[in-house]
């Protein structure tokens, strides 16, 4: 096979730890290639979902192409998210080199570890853009050290270390070769050259036929089902007829319905895309991610994209509480798992698998925030549905013992709260690695934690650090299990009845412990209504009214004033709920309830439970 390189294109990717300034910095080529006038772009441009505009981070990988010295660059701004590792990993598989974007001040984080060792096992090219260099607080020459430390830490050869490196302020959309030359930049040509110079042309052979591996999938009304990938080999003709592999090797035939390429942001039409071209066909149906589309004269199966294993399951059911249909649209079963069936094509990180109960589904990730933006999508999608707690996924050991997942646990706070974090994740069977105080009152602390001591522990590690502190994990792999502890050292207040709540039993309640409803919030049989200060549940009535009387004293009634209840968020309710409990999400309210509502069929549970137990009964 003698391979030939197309240096009219060149594919990258944009990789980085959240909020290095990814999608910042494409926003500046952007501007400077020419695709938008100054006062055309709107900034973030790349970030379109309402989700990734409001919470300011990246979700989904997303393609784009500008040119520069008639070279045709297209670029992939991925998320720096861990729990997004699968859009990274789909993203890397039509790329030939990668931007790793480390923040100047902050340096390598754990998910600048996560996309670079898997920019390096793919064996890209890389260039390390040293971004925010105007930051007060930036240090340059010590991050830099640190990233060749990251590099060898990785097992990178010497080519991969002989990487070049670039000074930038992606806000200003400036760059330079040196620290010193940053000043006297004016715009981002000194990385652009860079680009052309250190990441080779798409490689390919020129007597193979039309070859390319699916790496993403997109879907229109008018189109259907559209795949989106590089072509490795040979050139694609609009209405050229062709087959896609599946995963058993089983060819389906197809015919280009519509072939698209990548300018800027936006999909221009084309006749013929070339080998290194990334392209969008439309008029392929039975198609799943990682799958080989080529000619059906020359059928030859490419290697399929490899996603790690998701770590967390969830289980998706239909919203079964009093209240459900009245607020959303969609509620069927039948409707839900067509809706996260979906997601699975277009995610290659999640799975979707039956459950022992028709009315509900086990969907698994990579993390619960990776859950909770899918499930805060399908609320503003119209529908209802009731989720579980996340759990761990567990493994077993060829000599038969528990193995489950472990986190590498990076803990940046003062030092006053050194003592708190430290006995909080002890607890939760942490064990510390190293601790460095690097002399300006703050402390960098590192654990291994089990993943499942992690759900949850991020709001409180917030609250016990004023929220000052710094929480950052990547997946260390899987170790011999550690123990059971407690996920939750509180118990809940459940509703016993249906009604309204009232505000004169809600103040009576409120001794009790921190409450989630307001006067007038409708509550029924199982609802929880609060969190117990102990560790027990307890059932309580929050619609009961003041009897009345015929002494009353003039306005005492109505003195009655309730401490203000902190709103609850999707993750917050995610986070809270034990095994036996739900959040019941629909497009205008977040609820917390019992898995089963019936108190008489919850206490049958707890006896039975009892007298299972090791020591009771027979």
Request: proline share 5%; aromatic share 6%.
């Amino acid at each position: 096979m003698s391979l030939q390189q197309n240096e009219s294109i060149r594919n990258i990717a944009i990789i980085a730890h959240v909020d290095h300034g990814k999608t910042t910095l494409v926003d500046g080529l952007f501007r400077q290639s020419g695709i938008f006038r100054a006062d055309q772009q709107a900034e973030r441009v790349m970030d379109r979902m309402d989700l990734e505009r409001e919470r300011g981070i990246t979700i989904a990988a997303k393609n784009c192409a500008v040119t520069w010295n008639d070279v045709k660059i297209n670029i992939i701004d991925t998320p720096g998210h861990a729990d997004f590792g699968g859009e990274v990993e789909r993203a890397l598989s039509m790329v030939d080199g990668a931007i790793l974007l480390v923040d100047a001040a902050e340096g390598p984080l754990p998910q600048t570890r996560f996309v670079l060792r898997k920019a390096l096992d793919a064996k890209l090219s890389l260039v390390v853009v040293i971004n925010k260099i105007d930051r007060k607080d930036a240090r340059p020459r010590e991050v830099l050290n640190e990233i060749y430390d990251l590099f060898i830490d990785l097992g990178a050869g010497e080519e991969q270390l002989e990487f070049p490196v670039l000074y930038a302020i992606g806000r200003q959309g400036i760059a330079a070769l040196s620290e010193e030359e940053v000043p006297a930049a004016k715009d981002l040509s000194a990385l652009f050259n860079i680009i052309l110079e250190a990441i080779p042309g798409p490689s390919h052979d020129p007597d193979e036929p039309f070859q390319m591996v699916v790496a993403d999938l997109d879907y229109s009304d008018y189109l259907g089902r559209m795949a989106v990938g590089r072509v490795r080999h040979g050139s694609v003709r609009f209405r050229e007829a062709l087959v896609s592999i599946d995963e058993n090797e089983a060819a389906h035939p197809l015919k280009v319905s519509k072939l698209q390429v990548y300018q800027g942001p936006q999909l221009a039409e084309t006749e013929e895309a070339r080998a290194g071209d990334i392209v969008i066909l439309a008029g392929v149906e039975d198609v799943t991610i990682g799958d080989t589309i080529c000619t059906k004269e020359h059928i030859r199966v490419l290697p399929r994209i490899h996603v790690d294993e998701p770590t967390v399951s969830m289980r998706f059911a239909i919203n079964s509480s009093p209240l459900a249909g009245r607020e959303g649209s969609i509620v069927q079963s039948r409707k839900i798992r067509e809706r996260l069936e979906r997601e699975s094509l277009a995610n290659v990180a999640i799975r979707i698998e039956d459950s022992e109960d028709k009315d509900s589904f086990i969907v698994k990730g990579r993390g619960e925030f990776q859950m909770a933006i899918l499930i805060e999508q399908m609320r503003r999608e119209g529908f209802e549905i009731c989720v579980g707690r996340p759990e761990v996924i567990m493994k077993k050991s060829p000599e038969g013992e528990l193995l489950e997942p472990v986190e590498h646990l990076f803990v940046d706070c003062d030092e006053a709260f050194m003592g708190v974090v430290t006995e909080k994740i002890s607890l939760r069977k942490g064990r510390m690695l190293g601790l460095n105080n690097n002399g300006f009152g703050r402390v960098r602390i590192e654990f291994s934690v089990p993943s499942r001591g992690l759900i949850g522990f991020r709001d409180e590690f917030l609250t016990d650090t004023k929220g000052t502190g710094i929480l950052n994990a990547y997946l260390e792999g899987y170790d011999i299990y550690r123990g059971d502890f407690p996920s939750r050292f509180t118990g809940s207040l459940v509703a016993d009845r249906a009604g309204n709540a009232v505000a004169y039993a809600l103040y009576n309640l409120e001794p009790r412990g921190e409450l989630f409803v307001v006067p007038g919030d409708p509550v029924y049989e199982g609802m929880i209504v609060g969190e117990h200060n102990r560790d027990n549940d307890i059932d309580v009535n929050p619609t009961k009214e003041k009897k009345l009387t015929n002494l009353r004293a003039a306005g005492k009634d109505e003195n009655i004033i309730l401490s203000p209840i902190r709103p609850m968020t999707l993750e917050r309710a995610i986070h809270f709920v034990r095994e036996d409990e739900m959040v019941e999400v629909t497009p205008l309210s977040i609820r917390l309830r019992k898995t089963v509502l019936d108190a008489q069929k919850r206490y049958q549970i707890q006896g039975k439970k009892k007298m299972a137990a090791p020591g009771k009964g027979e």
